[in-house]
């Protein structure tokens, strides 16, 4: 199993920055993906960004060109630098892994809250 940890929210006003970090331990060579997802009130949890195992990476449309997922594999750790940070990415941020048999466990999440 692969346990994760987000960590990394808070309040930021728009167009601020923040970094959130999702922390990896367990079975990691069973990782075939890292992904982060977002959820805000009323809404369905929607995928954010995704880095593969071989260091591939997309986005949504909707932060493309704002967010960009990293990992150092030294510290077992994904990033999620956001930046131009707009109100409607307000949300509950969770990262998750995939192996060979589907979705991980979710995990508590870092709430990120932008607003003046």
Not at 9 to 27: I, K, N, Y
Not at 72 to 92: C, F, H, I, R, W
Not at 94 to 109: I, K
Request: net charge positive; proline share 3%.
């Amino acid at each position: 199993q692969v346990q994760l940890v987000e960590s990394g929210g808070g309040l930021v006003h728009p167009g601020g920055s923040l970094r959130l970090s999702c922390a990896a331990s367990g079975r990691l060579f069973n990782i075939q993906a890292i992904y982060w997802y977002r959820q805000a009130p009323g809404k369905q949890r929607e995928l954010v960004a995704e880095i593969s195992s071989g260091g591939s990476t997309s986005y949504a449309d909707s932060v493309k060109g704002r967010f960009t997922i990293s990992r150092d594999n030294a510290k077992n750790t994904v990033y999620l630098q956001m930046n131009s940070l707009k109100p409607e990415d307000t949300a509950v941020y969770y990262c998750n892994s995939e192996s060979a048999s589907g979705l991980g466990s979710w995990g508590q999440g870092t709430q990120v809250t932008v607003s003046s």
